[in-house]
């Protein structure tokens, strides 16, 4: 099974790709983390991407397509993926379709997760990440100030600072939303109300793909 996972920051896309994950028993390849991996590595790609995330800009298309195409060609992909953060531009929608053709894996699906920017701006504002295992939690479910599964210290996100998260936003609105569109006119999309409690969107979404091939 082939997904992609598109909507707006916070609107929940790595809690619900962690879940769908295990669920199909395929990777879960989210560009945003694989880009601060490479930016805590400090590697080329790296040194090139961390100021525009550090802005809440996107990082050129041109090595988000080369990364992308060099990860979808590792042999975990065999079986499917579950796309997290790309495409985010029309030209990337485009390099994904003819990348897809080159390598000869079709899209199953899009899914769209819709929520206001009100909530998104809730939501990062209280997002924060185990500085040791890279898990997600909100400080509205926080039992302590640590990281429930390891118990490490927990951060906010350096692009989670409130200013950075009003620029996503924008960015979104004038350079991501337009692939949307995209994904309508060219694949099945599957649209979820993501505003709704986190097993509530995994559910629905579990429904949503039923129909697809998990074999
Ligand atoms: P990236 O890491 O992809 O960030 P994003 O798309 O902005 O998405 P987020 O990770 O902020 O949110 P999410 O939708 O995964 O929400 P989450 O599940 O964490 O990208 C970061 C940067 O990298 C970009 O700004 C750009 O610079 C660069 N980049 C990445 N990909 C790129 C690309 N393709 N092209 C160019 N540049 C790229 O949830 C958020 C919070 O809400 C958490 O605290 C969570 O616990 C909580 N939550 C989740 N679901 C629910 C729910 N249903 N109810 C209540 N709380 C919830």
Not at 11 to 26: F, H, P, R, V
Not at 156 to 173: A, G, H, M, N, T
Not at 192 to 206: C, H, N, W
Request: hydrophobic residues 40%.
């Amino acid at each position: 099974m082939r997904i992609v996972l598109l909507g707006a920051p916070g609107s929940g896309k790595g809690t619900q790709a962690a879940l769908l994950k295990e669920m199909y028993g395929i990777p879960h390849i989210a560009t945003g983390d694989i880009l601060r991996t490479d930016v805590a590595e400090g590697t080329d790609l790296g040194k090139k991407a961390e100021s525009f995330m550090n802005d809440g800009q996107l990082v050129p298309d041109d090595l988000i397509l080369e990364m992308v195409e060099a990860r979808l060609g590792r042999p975990d992909t065999r079986r499917g993926w579950l796309l997290d953060g790309f495409p985010r531009t029309l030209p990337q929608a485009e390099g994904l379709r003819d990348m897809t053709e080159r390598i000869d894996q079709k899209v199953d699906a899009g899914v769209i997760l819709n929520v206001d920017a009100e909530v998104v701006v809730r939501r990062l504002s209280g997002r924060r990440v185990c500085e040791s295992c890279q898990s997600v939690t909100n400080v509205s479910e926080m039992q302590a100030g640590a990281c429930p599964l390891c118990g490490e210290k927990l951060v906010l996100r350096p692009d989670d600072e409130p200013q950075v998260v009003r620029k996503r936003i924008e960015v979104f609105e004038a350079q991501t939303r337009p692939v949307f569109a995209f994904f309508n006119e060219h694949y099945d999309v599957i649209e979820i109300d993501a505003s709704k409690p986190v097993d509530q969107v995994t559910e629905a979404l579990r429904v949503g793909l039923d129909r697809y091939d998990h074999s």
